[in-house]
């Protein structure tokens, strides 16, 4: 059986695309790479293992931080403060970014900010959880890298992508020249491309949204859940509603099947509760590259400006004819 393109022969060979590039963005990508299988061999035996539960402390967002959310986010700072190509981290799990201040990476030229593990509600129970990152390269020239060269809008992202570690492992990233999908091969160790050129339907029939917070959105949303569920059944079927709680695996259904993922703002969200630089940027980026859409409900997710690391979205994101038709709702009804 032909083993297919690993993910570091597919780095080296899409490496001709960035005749600049030095191969530190390959390296970085491959830094990653190692980070997320080692989050998986402990997320594929959390239940054997005291990595399950509470680690006891509250992170910035105020939720209180599960074992394995540290330990991933453990395995990927080390792993981008040991690769030499990063020279700032900003994480879900850290109040302030952090800068890598090492003779290795002092000629360090990206910026990672990184969701380690989305959806840890599900960890306890189960259910697929995931890991979001977002690259981009630094603005200043020399001397620290600082706040200024993260609070950068999604547009300027040289590279984004996702785990998601489900009844599969999976990475799936662009660097802005289309999506590919590369599933871990537990017996070789390695992320093998196994979902070439990723594209979202234009159209789909799922929607996922929190419904539980319906008495408080906004009336746009309201309208297009109502417009989801059909009125008038004798046009066209109701749509079907799936919600795991985990943004990753919401939204990767959703690439494949076709579907439009909403977070809007809610009585306890009232700016969203999905983070701009590390959720909604990089899956942003990822979706367009799919040739979907992404929105506040408003205005494109990539063209927001970003002013603080841990700043709040709500989010319309998925298939593009549906995130339109949810906007012309919002637009006309909030
Ligand atoms: P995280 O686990 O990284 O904090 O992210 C959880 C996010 C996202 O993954 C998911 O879609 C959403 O929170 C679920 O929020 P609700 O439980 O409020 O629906
Ligand atoms: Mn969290
Ligand atoms: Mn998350
Ligand atoms: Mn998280």
């Known amino acids: 059986m032909l083993i297919a393109k690993t993910l570091g022969q597919f780095i080296i060979e899409k490496q001709a695309d960035f005749p600049y590039a030095k191969g530190e963005l390959s390296r970085l990508l491959r830094d990653i790479g190692i980070a997320a299988k080692i989050v998986n061999r402990e997320v594929n035996k959390a239940g054997l293992m005291d990595i399950l539960g509470e680690a006891g402390s509250t992170n910035i967002q105020g939720e209180s931080q599960k074992k394995l959310d540290i330990f991933a986010n453990e395995q990927f700072i080390s792993a981008l403060q040991s690769g030499g190509e990063c020279c700032i981290v900003v994480s879900e799990e850290n109040d302030e970014y952090i800068y890598i201040d090492s003779e290795i990476s002092k000629n360090a030229k990206y910026i990672v900010a990184i969701d380690p593990l989305d959806g840890s509600s599900n960890i306890d129970v189960n259910v697929s959880v995931g890991t979001i990152f977002s690259i981009y390269r630094r603005k200043s020239t020399n001397g620290k890298a600082t706040l200024d060269d993260v609070l950068q809008k999604g547009v300027d992202q040289v590279a984004a992508g996702y785990v998601i570690y489900g009844s599969s492992t999976m990475l799936v990233y662009t660097t802005g020249k289309g999506v590919n999908g590369f599933t871990l091969d537990p017996s070789i160790g390695e992320f093998c491309l196994s979902h070439p050129n990723m594209t979202i339907p234009e159209d789909g029939f799922i929607y996922s949204i929190n419904e539980g917070y319906y008495t408080h959105f906004p009336d746009g949303v309201k ?90 979205s709500a989010i319309f994101i998925g298939s593009a004819n549906m995130v339109k038709r949810a906007e012309e709702m919002m637009k006309s009804f909030s």
């Open 223 to 312: 309208k297009y859940i109502k417009y989801c569920q059909v009125e008038d059944t004798t046009t066209r079927r109701p749509y079907t509603s799936r919600y795991t709680g985990s943004m990753v695996a919401d939204l990767h259904r959703n690439m494949i099947k076709g579907g439009i993922f909403i977070y809007p703002i809610t009585a306890s969200a009232p700016n969203g509760k999905l983070r701009l630089v590390y959720e909604c940027n990089p899956m942003a980026f990822i979706i367009e590259q799919a040739g979907g859409l992404a929105s506040n409900g408003y205005e494109r997710i990539l063209e927001l400006d970003v002013t603080e690391l841990h700043q709040r």
